[in-house]
């Protein structure tokens, strides 16, 4: 089992920066596709962005402002935010995959993914 717990959301105004933190335990998530995934209110649940080892894939309205990294010394997954927009307003998950092989063609899939966070609110003011 690995748990998930995310952390760093916050207000923020238009044009600002966050940094949002997944720190796992229970195993160690360095072989694990890790993705975050985010839901703003009345929406569903969509895919942001997603690493594996080495590839990365963003959702298109991220690319250039959102960086996801991971630590696997510290098994840590982070989701750096820049020039955040009113639209980004969610709550961020953090989401585990134990099979980093098939990472290519499931990377946005949330039912693919094995183990989640609780989520950290994420609110940009305009």
């Known amino acids: 089992q690995v748990q998930l717990v995310e952390s760093g959301g916050g207000l923020v105004q238009a044009g600002g920066s966050l940094r949002l933190s997944c720190a796992a335990s229970?195993?160690?998530?360095?072989?694990?596709?890790m993705g975050w995934f985010r839901q703003a209110p009345g929406k569903d649940r969509e895919f942001v962005a997603a690493i594996g080892r080495p590839s990365i894939y963003y959702i298109d309205s991220v690319k250039g402002r959102f960086t996801i990294t991971r630590d696997n010394a510290k098994n840590m997954v982070y989701l750096q935010m820049s020039s955040l927009k009113p639209e980004d307003t969610a709550v961020y998950y953090c989401?585990?995959?134990?099979?980093?092989?098939?990472?290519?063609?499931?990377?946005?899939?949330?039912?693919?993914?094995?183990?989640w966070g609780q989520g950290t609110q994420v609110t940009v003011s305009s």
């Open positions: 229970g195993r160690s998530i360095s072989y694990y596709a």
């Open positions: 989401a585990a995959d134990a099979n980093l092989s098939r990472f290519r063609t499931n990377f946005n899939l949330q039912d693919k993914y094995d183990y």
